[in-house]
């Protein structure tokens, strides 16, 4: 060791002690500041904070508000809003203004229950959402651990939501085994196919959606070819490869638009003619964009009636047109379920999950989406599955199961 | 079936063989794993969206298509060249004489901070390529091969060969290769080592936004994720070569890119990506040097 880096070594030495001395009068100065800093915390909630929480009726909306789901969260989140700012103008609910708290759940399920917990935290009174099977059944049992905190889903069709006899969980959807039943029906029945191949994207709702389809399908035509693509993947090749071998006469996907569009585009790319059938996840415009107009004529998915021509969804269509602009598919569904929610809790009276959830159960409401009632799982009583086409870059009204 | 997916293995091994250039070459240098290379070919898949939404606009694409596919190429491959200049000045040379884990850390920040701003300001919503590439094709004994898949092959071939010529046959090509072999040494005979570099890094980041590009033709969408799996996809591909040896990274990109697709489609296309790791696992255990790789890989 030299000269030069023996200083150097002593002075890093003083540096230390110097930079320790600093490092305690700092910390001394961070807790003189952290105590002010609590006490004005607690003065100020005392006036005014707790003041303010008495104040409002907390509920929760939740969804995939980004990624690439995020279209879907934001027409989730459209919908309440419009119907928690109509009654804000009417006065509120209980005598009390409606809060919104907006959470982000991401389409996975780690964050769902998370967000579920936060929700609970906060007091919300209930919650509109989740968006997804996945999402909103992990998040239910929070919310039924927190004291029965009603969710109404607009969305999530995967029937084990509510076949676990929860009392709080409610959907104004209605479930995969319906929807699986009509595209079975209309499959054999209507085009009279004899090979389909079938593929989901692992989600719950996909999954589902797939075996429910598989399940009703029963003998009635042979499954040529059944398997997965992953959720988030772009190269579904191999897949489509494989099925094209089968030469079946119809693919059915159990999955959301974003899969659903490439997978139709590349499937076209490699030459496959057989049509393309889905379920609810995939109507939406952003389909069409992914996979081009011209790739989804004559695809075909199962979904519930045009609210264009339900006479009651007038008055809300107009309002939601005025203020967002385009309707998603499930915007009305998340505005009637905002608008029961609403309803439960005056009827109940008071702001108890319990109570609100019992409500829930014993009233029928008239919607935009005409009259809405719950049985004892919280399904909806009646649940129309109708099959749509797109034609020409829309999605239209196709086919509709015999009474 | 196998012809076809072989032909789809191909393509994808061909997208994985052009990033994994960048890694290679960067390695064969700075004996450092540039890990925000493949954040670099995101950024190439985001800009030929942007360019051809703009070329669109001012009614190009309407007129030559062909002009404005090769403009698209042109612009993202020269902006992404500028993102491989900057990355270099930013994050790598001033860790030239540090620590070989810095540059490392420097590389995954470097990484995580480019996914994030394309995130902020690109949106987090899935970005569709425009439907104006016809998805035309021709059949080949049962398999149909489009255009694309063609010109993906072609492309990527050609850019191979001129950066094999490039770097076998120019001034600067053996400029390269001697600070590959001894920077200091090549300092001292009069080579700019750090305009090497520079170049080293703009040479990669053209060849993973033409990568990116065609990717983004290939799928017809883009999000800011992209770029991770690709990324580690082609770090693999460049392993599996050996890296430092830019043969050995086309050889292990289209490798990989076969496994893969006749994995996916003969076992199991739910564990698709798990055959890439796998090779990655195997490769280091058994063969750490690469299928063609001389040097051992302990600097990593």
């Given at each position: 060791m030299n000269k030069e880096e023996v200083s150097q070594k002593s002075k890093s030495i003083l540096n230390a002690q110097d930079s320790r001395l600093k490092y305690i009068v700092c910390n001394l100065k961070s807790v003189f500041l952290l105590l002010l800093f609590t006490t004005y915390c607690l003065l100020s909630s005392a006036f005014t904070g707790c003041a303010k929480k008495e104040d409002t009726i907390k509920i929760g909306v939740a969804g995939?508000?980004?990624?690439?789901?995020a279209k879907m969260g934001t027409d989730l989140k459209n919908g309440v809003e419009l119907a928690v700012s109509e009654w804000n103008e009417k006065g509120g609910a209980l005598g009390k203004k409606i809060e919104l708290l907006v959470e982000d759940d991401q389409h996975d399920p780690k964050f769902a229950v998370t967000v579920a917990n936060k929700l609970s935290n906060s007091g919300a009174a209930g919650v509109i959402g989740h968006w997804n099977s996945s999402a909103s059944i992990p998040a239910s049992e929070v919310y039924k651990d927190r004291g029965y905190i009603p969710m109404i889903t607009p969305a999530s069709t995967n029937p084990q939501l509510t076949e676990r006899?929860?009392?709080n969980v409610f959907r104004v959807c209605g479930r995969d085994d319906q929807q699986g039943m009509i595209a079975a029906e209309f499959v054999v029945k209507n085009l009279k196919i004899k090979k389909v191949a079938i593929i989901h994207d692992k989600t719950t709702y996909g999954q589902g959606l797939a075996n429910e389809f598989k399940k009703a399908m029963g003998n009635a035509a042979e499954i040529v070819y059944y398997g997965v693509v992953i959720q988030g993947d772009k190269d579904f090749r191999a897949v489509l490869t494989s099925i094209k071998d089968k030469r079946p006469e119809l693919i059915y996907f159990g999955g959301i638009y974003p899969e659903a569009g490439l997978l139709v585009k590349q499937a076209k790319e490699l030459g496959i003619k057989a049509p393309f059938m889905s379920g609810d996840g995939t109507i939406d415009k952003e389909f069409i964009k992914i996979a081009g107009k011209e790739n989804t004529e004559g695809t075909y998915l199962t979904f519930s009636p045009d609210p264009s021509n339900i006479p009651t969804a007038k008055t809300f269509l107009d309002k939601y047109h005025a203020k967002y602009g385009e309707h998603g598919p499930y915007s009305i569904y998340a505005y009637d379920a905002a608008n029961i929610l609403l309803t439960g809790i005056s009827k109940a009276g008071a702001v108890d999950g319990k109570k609100v959830s019992e409500a829930l159960h014993n009233f029928a409401y008239e919607g935009a989406l005409g009259a809405i009632r719950f049985d004892q799982k919280g399904d909806v009583l009646k649940a129309p599955y109708i099959v749509w086409i797109t034609k020409d870059g829309e999605f239209k009204e196709y086919w509709k199961p015999a009474e | 079936m196998f012809i076809q997916q072989l032909i789809n293995g191909l393509t994808l091994g061909s997208v994985y063989a052009l990033i994994a250039l960048g890694y290679t070459m960067v390695y064969g240098i700075l004996q450092i794993i540039n890990f925000a290379h493949g954040e670099i070919y995101m950024i190439g898949a985001y800009m030929a969206i942007i360019v051809l939404g703009i070329l669109t606009a001012a009614g190009l694409t309407a007129v030559n298509l062909p002009l404005s596919i090769l403009l698209v190429f042109i612009i993202s491959g020269l902006f992404c060249g500028m993102y491989g200049l900057t990355l270099e000045r930013v994050a790598y040379r001033p860790l030239r004489h540090a620590h070989r884990l810095s540059p490392l850390i420097s590389a995954i920040g470097m990484s995580i901070f480019l996914q994030n701003y394309v995130m902020l300001t690109q949106g987090t919503v899935d970005k569709v390529f425009p439907h104006i590439i016809p998805s035309t094709g021709m059949e080949i004994t049962g398999a149909s091969i489009s255009y694309l898949q063609i010109f993906i092959l072609a492309a990527s071939f050609i850019l191979m060969t001129a950066l094999h010529l490039f770097i076998k046959k120019t001034r600067l090509g053996k400029a390269m290769r001697a600070t590959s072999q001894d920077s200091r040494m090549a300092s001292l005979v009069g080579i700019n080592v750090d305009s090497v570099i520079a170049v080293t890094f703009v040479i990669g980041s053209i060849l993973a936004a033409t990568a990116g590009v065609m990717v983004a033709m290939y799928y017809g969408s883009v999000n800011f994720f992209i770029g991770y799996t690709a990324g580690i996809k082609a770090f693999t591909a460049a392993v599996l070569g050996g890296i430092g040896n830019i043969p050995g990274a086309m050889l292990g990109g289209l490798l990989l890119g076969l496994v893969e697709g006749l994995g996916a489609s003969y076992i199991s296309s739910e564990y698709k990506d798990v055959f890439a790791f796998l090779i990655l696992i195997l490769v280091l255990i058994f063969r750490p040097t690469g299928l063609l790789g001389e040097r051992v890989g302990e600097k990593v």
């Amino acid at each position: 060791m030299n000269k030069e880096e023996v200083s150097q070594k002593s002075k890093s030495i003083l540096n230390a002690q110097d930079s320790r001395l600093k490092y305690i009068v700092c910390n001394l100065k961070s807790v003189f500041l952290l105590l002010l800093f609590t006490t004005y915390c607690l003065l100020s909630s005392a006036f005014t904070g707790c003041a303010k929480k008495e104040d409002t009726i907390k509920i929760g909306v939740a969804g995939p508000m980004t990624g690439d789901q995020a279209k879907m969260g934001t027409d989730l989140k459209n919908g309440v809003e419009l119907a928690v700012s109509e009654w804000n103008e009417k006065g509120g609910a209980l005598g009390k203004k409606i809060e919104l708290l907006v959470e982000d759940d991401q389409h996975d399920p780690k964050f769902a229950v998370t967000v579920a917990n936060k929700l609970s935290n906060s007091g919300a009174a209930g919650v509109i959402g989740h968006w997804n099977s996945s999402a909103s059944i992990p998040a239910s049992e929070v919310y039924k651990d927190r004291g029965y905190i009603p969710m109404i889903t607009p969305a999530s069709t995967n029937p084990q939501l509510t076949e676990r006899g929860f009392e709080n969980v409610f959907r104004v959807c209605g479930r995969d085994d319906q929807q699986g039943m009509i595209a079975a029906e209309f499959v054999v029945k209507n085009l009279k196919i004899k090979k389909v191949a079938i593929i989901h994207d692992k989600t719950t709702y996909g999954q589902g959606l797939a075996n429910e389809f598989k399940k009703a399908m029963g003998n009635a035509a042979e499954i040529v070819y059944y398997g997965v693509v992953i959720q988030g993947d772009k190269d579904f090749r191999a897949v489509l490869t494989s099925i094209k071998d089968k030469r079946p006469e119809l693919i059915y996907f159990g999955g959301i638009y974003p899969e659903a569009g490439l997978l139709v585009k590349q499937a076209k790319e490699l030459g496959i003619k057989a049509p393309f059938m889905s379920g609810d996840g995939t109507i939406d415009k952003e389909f069409i964009k992914i996979a081009g107009k011209e790739n989804t004529e004559g695809t075909y998915l199962t979904f519930s009636p045009d609210p264009s021509n339900i006479p009651t969804a007038k008055t809300f269509l107009d309002k939601y047109h005025a203020k967002y602009g385009e309707h998603g598919p499930y915007s009305i569904y998340a505005y009637d379920a905002a608008n029961i929610l609403l309803t439960g809790i005056s009827k109940a009276g008071a702001v108890d999950g319990k109570k609100v959830s019992e409500a829930l159960h014993n009233f029928a409401y008239e919607g935009a989406l005409g009259a809405i009632r719950f049985d004892q799982k919280g399904d909806v009583l009646k649940a129309p599955y109708i099959v749509w086409i797109t034609k020409d870059g829309e999605f239209k009204e196709y086919w509709k199961p015999a009474e | 079936m196998f012809i076809q997916q072989l032909i789809n293995g191909l393509t994808l091994g061909s997208v994985y063989a052009l990033i994994a250039l960048g890694y290679t070459m960067v390695y064969g240098i700075l004996q450092i794993i540039n890990f925000a290379h493949g954040e670099i070919y995101m950024i190439g898949a985001y800009m030929a969206i942007i360019v051809l939404g703009i070329l669109t606009a001012a009614g190009l694409t309407a007129v030559n298509l062909p002009l404005s596919i090769l403009l698209v190429f042109i612009i993202s491959g020269l902006f992404c060249g500028m993102y491989g200049l900057t990355l270099e000045r930013v994050a790598y040379r001033p860790l030239r004489h540090a620590h070989r884990l810095s540059p490392l850390i420097s590389a995954i920040g470097m990484s995580i901070f480019l996914q994030n701003y394309v995130m902020l300001t690109q949106g987090t919503v899935d970005k569709v390529f425009p439907h104006i590439i016809p998805s035309t094709g021709m059949e080949i004994t049962g398999a149909s091969i489009s255009y694309l898949q063609i010109f993906i092959l072609a492309a990527s071939f050609i850019l191979m060969t001129a950066l094999h010529l490039f770097i076998k046959k120019t001034r600067l090509g053996k400029a390269m290769r001697a600070t590959s072999q001894d920077s200091r040494m090549a300092s001292l005979v009069g080579i700019n080592v750090d305009s090497v570099i520079a170049v080293t890094f703009v040479i990669g980041s053209i060849l993973a936004a033409t990568a990116g590009v065609m990717v983004a033709m290939y799928y017809g969408s883009v999000n800011f994720f992209i770029g991770y799996t690709a990324g580690i996809k082609a770090f693999t591909a460049a392993v599996l070569g050996g890296i430092g040896n830019i043969p050995g990274a086309m050889l292990g990109g289209l490798l990989l890119g076969l496994v893969e697709g006749l994995g996916a489609s003969y076992i199991s296309s739910e564990y698709k990506d798990v055959f890439a790791f796998l090779i990655l696992i195997l490769v280091l255990i058994f063969r750490p040097t690469g299928l063609l790789g001389e040097r051992v890989g302990e600097k990593v």
